[in-house]
């Protein structure tokens, strides 16, 4: 009793927001606290920020800009508290506060460029008031923003122009919890399915789904948003089966949405689908009718085991893997004796370790804690090691080596920024260039945050010269390499020695050791200097505690960061299979870009950790799905969806493997047989980033494979352009793949034996006295007649027709042809063929007809076959994964 009495006298005296912290309770919106006068004092942090960036001073447009406006600038969205408090320290007059410049300047009285941001007397010019009133105090101690609580958090309507009004608490580290509605500033990711006011009030438009983001201090929350497409809610929804996790968790959703998901995919789809996704390789036609024939219930999920047994499995998700690291051979240059061999070595280990199906965590692991030479061996011993791998006479290739250094070795990822970005980028999924200058407007890293994160990286560096420069000069003096040669001299004759078998001195990584001090280097105490790094969202340290002062990046993804580290690739891999990811863009999982299925994300995240990263896994997880295996064919309440997964999405297949279908599907038939295992001339497995004109590079350039110059995966392009479109038509490459004399159409003219005239064979002008020859030919070849010399007669025609074939005039055995036209031949086996090795799948009888006429109306049945294998090649169902 007593303390309750004491509770309620202190009540009677303590200002509302002091009174609702002790009881524990949320206290009331500024709003409402200073509607009136009020003696309470507001917060630098918690409420003059806010505030501005409410009313727009800090943006881009305003005071926030990198110039300021009008001699003043605020950081941009208030997150230098110093800077910011110094800026208006100048600008107000705590002697006589209603005088202040920076107040009068808001109400306009002091004519604004901005105009009217406050109203006198309202709640805001109170605030600012108050502020000024009690000594306008900086900010000494930084609160720290547990989370924003926001209600409801998850809004549903039922109609256009239905309203929500949303609620935002925040809570605080010491348990403060403030109700900071007025405060926070919202957005809506799509204004087409919601708006939202100032306020917080959503009012809903078609619909849809998107999510409503509030920004407030450093906190940032999404809410999701729906208005269902259709009355198939609720009750009314239908019976969908969810046999696994992933469809349990898509269907949920889609409840709400009143969007019921297509039918199953047929076979021949899924087959085809599938082994695109998983391989970047068409099934061959033997294997669409070994699959349409099995009639057992597990064949899909034993095919999708089968594929990711294949070599074309291990050469395409590399191909990937090495999109996201990096591996640019233009970047690599002088790396080592040989840039191409680098790429290859770059792009060999990260597909031995796919073969392997290494946890992807380990592989990070040899990635970001790579080093050149191992701990038990000199410079030397690194050097001959490498020496032998390079000349092919090492037991063990660079595939075996533990890491890969090279990609620290990038020209373009040496500068301590360009390597956090980089990093965050490739193993987080996430970009904090904006972070660099100012607080990113759309996740929760500062330029604090970004500043303490680059020392991480600054001392490990690719040296020209190894680890040990003594150890480096004795090794070119022991080979006899002239001391006066330099630059690309000394790279050449290092080569050339290199390739005779001699050890050369490598380039390597190194890890710089610690600064020291020089003024205590006689001092009993460490005589280093102490360098503070942070990771991302962590606390600081002293990284000279470290040998390798990468060791706390990957300590990091294990612990603190695994969560993120895990989302961001499972989010890369779902987007192969979807045509966008969970979250999309796939490499931007900030705080402001939620995912479209939350629970989705985090099922297969936390199922990847687990699993102990097993990248097969997640593969299975993915394909064994009903939503994975969904038909492509839209319903009246999903034709319109494209970001939850209700149906298969058809897509453009990506360059690499738009090169290689081409080619299996105009290949002989053992060639076509054999092209999930032999990778040889497979385009999925070049390992750099060729591109340009020349040879299949054109192509690849065309059809968006993937630069890797840049942090984003926007780099690989599945957008269909005209380009693609004339060079399906008509490029020589593409019909050359079509006409190749090792092709399946020249085997189809053996077959039936006919003639076989490749119509994009390179054909020199005729010359000018070409039918003066030929008349030449002519003429001499009576006289033979009468001659009746025989031998000379076949000697002369057959000069005759090869000067002819030589400038395109090769004659038609007539005779042949016609007698082929006249014979028995049965054409379907191989048109049936051609579908199978182009669309896997068999003609309709429309489709069988049309061809069957298009032979017979040809000069000859392989020009038939000729023009159906052009036709289908460039049909959309070709080209596309559907």
């Avoid at 910011?84 to 107000?92: K, M």
């Avoid at 791998?389 to 890491?403: G, L, P, T, V």
């Avoid at 987007?575 to 099922?603: Q, W």
Wanted: charged letters at 25%.
């Amino acid at each position: 009793m007593k303390s309750y009495l004491v509770i309620l006298i202190a009540g009677l005296s303590l200002p509302l927001t002091q009174l609702a912290e002790l009881r524990g309770e949320v206290i009331p919106p500024i709003n409402e606290r200073f509607s009136q006068e009020t003696e309470e004092t507001p917060d630098f942090q918690r409420h003059l920020l806010p505030m501005f960036s409410k009313i727009g001073c800090n943006g881009r447009s305003c005071h926030g800009s990198f110039q300021g406006r009008g001699g003043f600038q605020l950081s941009l969205f208030g997150y230098d508290f110093k800077m910011d408090h110094d800026g208006l320290s100048e600008r107000i007059d705590t002697d006589d506060p209603l005088e202040s410049y920076a107040l009068h300047k808001a109400t306009n009285v002091e004519e604004h460029e901005g105009g009217e941001r406050i109203k006198t007397g309202n709640w805001e010019y109170q605030v600012f008031l108050n502020w000024i009133e009690a000594g306008a105090k900086p900010v000494e101690k930084p609160y720290k923003l547990e989370r924003l609580e926001v209600t409801p958090n998850e809004i549903v309507f039922q109609s256009a122009q239905d309203s929500q009004s949303l609620n935002v608490v925040a809570v605080w580290e010491n348990g403060t919890r403030e109700d900071v509605t007025p405060l926070c500033r919202f957005q809506s990711n799509d204004t087409s399915i919601a708006e939202v006011s100032e306020n917080g009030e959503v009012t809903a438009q078609t619909a849809g789904d998107s999510h409503i983001v509030v920004f407030y201090d450093n906190g940032i929350t999404a809410v999701p948003v729906i208005q269902p497409v259709s009355d198939r809610t609720g009750k009314n929804y239908p019976q969908v089966a969810t046999p696994t996790r992933v469809d349990e968790l898509v269907v949920q959703k889609l409840r709400k949405l009143g969007i019921v998901p297509s039918e199953k995919s047929r076979d021949e789809d899924f087959l085809r689908r599938v082994t695109l996704d998983i391989t970047g390789t068409l099934p061959t036609p033997q294997q669409v009718q070994d699959f349409l024939a099995d009639n057992s219930s597990d064949k899909r999920a034993r095919k999708i085991d089968e594929l990711l047994e294949t070599p074309a499995y291990a050469a395409w998700w590399a191909t990937r893997f090495n999109d996201i690291t990096g591996n640019n051979i233009n970047q690599l240059n002088n790396v080592s004796y040989n840039n191409n061999k680098v790429s290859e070595e770059w792009y060999e280990w990260v597909r031995h370790r796919f073969e392997q199906n290494m946890p992807y965590d380990k592989i990070v692991e040899g990635i970001v804690l790579a080093e050149s030479q191992r701990s038990d061996e000199t410079y030397e011993e690194y050097c001959k090691r490498m020496t032998e791998i390079y000349n092919d006479k090492s037991c063990e290739s660079f595939a075996d080596q533990e890491s890969l250094p090279y990609f620290w070795a990038r020209r373009n990822f040496q500068k301590p920024e360009d390597r956090s970005i980089g990093f965050a980028y490739t193993f987080l999924g996430i970009r904090i260039q904006c972070a660099q200058c100012h607080k990113h407007p759309f996740d929760q890293w500062t330029q604090e945050d970004f500043v303490q994160f680059q020392p991480i990286f600054s001392r490990t560096r690719y040296s020209p010269n190894g680890t040990d420069r003594d150890e480096y000069q004795a090794m070119l003096d022991k080979i006899d390499v002239d001391g006066k040669l330099r630059g690309n001299e000394l790279r050449r004759e290092l080569a050339r020695k290199l390739g005779k078998g001699e050890v050369v001195p490598f380039p390597a990584l190194v890890d710089q050791a610690p600064r020291v001090n020089r003024k205590k280097k006689n001092s009993k105490n460490s005589n280093t200097i102490g360098q503070t790094a942070r990771v991302l969202g962590g606390e600081p340290f002293d990284l000279n505690e470290f040998q390798n002062p990468r060791e706390p990046l990957m300590k990091w993804l294990r612990g603190d960061a695994q969560e993120l580290f895990a989302k961001s690739f499972v989010n890369r891999v779902w987007a192969n299979y979807f045509n966008r990811g969970i979250v999309e863009p796939t490499d931007d999982l900030s705080l402001a870009n939620p995912p479209a299925n939350e629970a989705l994300l985090n099922h297969l995240a936390q199922g990847f950790i687990d699993h102990k990263f097993d990248i097969k896994w997640l593969h299975r997880e993915i394909c064994n799905s009903n939503t994975y295996q969904l038909s492509w064919q839209p319903n009246e309440t999903n034709i319109q969806d494209d970001r939850n997964f209700s149906r298969a999405v058809p897509r453009r297949i990506h360059a690499e493997v738009a090169m290689d279908v081409i080619a299996q599907a105009t290949s002989s038939s053992d060639e076509n047989a054999v092209y999930l295992s032999d990778l040889k001339d497979r385009a999925i497995a070049i390992p750099g980033t060729a591109q340009g004109r020349g040879g299949n590079n054109y192509a690849l350039t065309i059809f968006g494979k993937s630069s890797r110059d840049n942090n984003c995966d926007c780099d690989r392009s599945s957008e269909p352009t005209l380009l693609q479109t004339l060079y399906l038509n008509n490029d020589n490459e593409f019909l050359s793949e079509i006409d190749s004399r090792k092709g399946w159409l020249a085997e189809l003219a053996k077959e039936w034996k006919a003639p076989f005239n490749a119509k994009t064979e390179q054909v020199p002008p005729k010359p000018k006295n070409y039918s003066e020859v030929v008349e030449r030919f002519e003429a001499y070849l009576q006289k033979l007649k009468k001659q009746k010399d025989v031998e000379k007669i076949k000697t002369v025609k057959a000069k005759m027709k090869a000067y002819k074939a030589r400038y395109g005039q090769a004659e038609e055995n007539t005779e042949v042809v016609d007698a082929i036209l006249d014979s028995n031949i049965d054409y379907t086996p191989a048109i049936n063929t051609a579908y199978l090795r182009t669309l896997s799948r068999y003609p309709t009888q429309v489709e069988l007809q049309r061809s069957l006429s298009a032979i017979e109306s040809a000069n000859n049945p392989v020009d038939g076959m000729r023009d159906i294998m052009w036709a289908l090649l460039n049909t959309k169902e070709f080209i596309i994964n559907h």
